[in-house]
């Protein structure tokens, strides 16, 4: 499996960007598909979730702000992030695990800097 993200920048704080995840290859065995972040210094971690049945999962941080969903015909992966604040900078990479193996891929990062 190979993901590609995209759609991060530059923003002011309270404003939104939307980050997408194309998936390809094996996509069919594809199970949870998440999106996690990292700052200098710092453990990668989970920002948000979302499982083939399209349940979810938020970190505290973000709940109410962000919206994770995916377009299973599309195989992408989305990140709608609203009201962003400074402590939301970082580099932010998607995830996919597999159904059975729980063998996790990752793709490479898009950066997102919240700053005025």
Known sequence: VQLQASGGGLV???GSLRLS???SGNVFRIDTLGWYRQTLGNQ???VADITSGHSTNYA?????????SRDTAKNTLYLQMN?????????????AEMQVS???YWGR????????
């Open 44 to 46: 990668r971690e989970l």
């Open 21 to 23: 995840c194309a998936a």
């Open 102 to 104: 729980h063998m996790k």
């Open 83 to 95: 009201s962003l604040k400074p402590e939301d900078t970082a580099v932010y990479y998607c995830r």
């Open 60 to 68: 505290d941080s973000v709940k109410g702000r962000f919206t994770i």
């Open 109 to 116: 990062g898009t950066l997102v800097t919240v700053s005025s």
């Open 12 to 14: 002011q704080p309270g």
